[in-house]
T-cell receptor
Framework: AQSVTQPDIHITVSEGASLELRCNYS??????LFWYVQSPGQGLQLLLK??????LVQGIKGFEAEFKRSQSSFNLRKPSVHWSDAAEYFC???????????FGPGTSLSVIP | GAVVSQHPSWVICKSGTSVKIECRSL??????MFWYRQFPKQSLMLMAT?????????EQGVEKDKFLINHASLTLSTLTVTSAHPEDSSFYIC???????????FGPGTRLTVT
């Protein structure tokens, strides 16, 4: 069964600084990988996904993530954080198409103006 | 693709009563729907899988007699929380199995508060 970990429970960055959120997964084959963002009291918004092909994935809101098979990682990055990026970020993994998704514990991002 | 709606978006009920949450697929047919639960400041946990025309399957630790799931048609799956208690207060989200062509995979969620 697949699983995912997010080592950082909470991260604080200054506005304008770069950001990297870590995600590691466990799965025997190539997984389907997702990053979601959730603002307080809101639903989930898909930032980006990796199914196959180019291992550097571009998403919405200036986010990107890189799939590294050798490290079993799918870290999320943004070159310059905005105050509106403060939210909860979830990495998720799926085993195959048309399947359920398993979520990591989440990383809470705070942004200092 | 994969637009999912949930109703209600927010509900408050008294302890001991039952609440039904609807999940509708608007632009596709779903033979399967996943139900997730999110407690405050926690991640999403898969509760159960509903299958059109057959019984739902539940994850370990989820009471199937308390959380009744029905997949009435290819566009409607429902979750009924029976004899709700304050500890059932949570955010409930439905999701179809993902496909590469889908833009979003999760419904907007239903926030249940049991008083």
């Amino acid at each position: 069964a697949q699983s995912v970990t997010q080592p950082d429970i909470h991260i604080t960055v200054s506005e304008g600084a770069s950001l990297e959120l870590r995600c590691n997964y466990s799965y025997g084959a190539t997984p389907y990988l997702f990053w979601y963002v959730q603002s307080p009291g809101q639903g989930l918004q898909l930032l980006l996904k990796y199914f196959s092909g180019d291992t550097l994935v571009q998403g919405i809101k200036g986010f990107e993530a890189e799939f590294k098979r050798s490290q079993s990682s799918f870290n999320l990055r943004k070159p310059s954080v905005h105050w509106s990026d403060a939210a909860e970020y979830f990495c998720a993994v799926g085993a195959r198409s048309y399947d359920k998704v398993i979520f990591g514990p989440g990383t809470s991002l705070s942004v200092i103006p | 693709g994969a637009v999912v709606s949930q109703h209600p978006s927010w509900v408050i009920c008294k302890s001991g009563t039952s609440v039904k949450i609807e999940c509708r697929s608007l632009d596709f047919q779903a033979t399967t729907m996943f139900w997730y639960r999110q407690f405050p400041k926690q991640s999403l946990m898969l509760m159960a899988t509903s299958n059109e025309g057959s019984k739902a399957t539940y994850e370990q630790g989820v009471e199937k007699d308390k959380f009744l799931i029905n997949h009435a048609s290819l566009t409607l799956s429902t979750l009924t929380v029976t004899s709700a208690h304050p500890e059932d207060s949570s955010f409930y989200i439905c999701s179809p199995p993902y496909k590469d062509s889908y833009e979003q995979y999760f419904g907007p969620g239903t926030r249940l508060t049991v008083t």
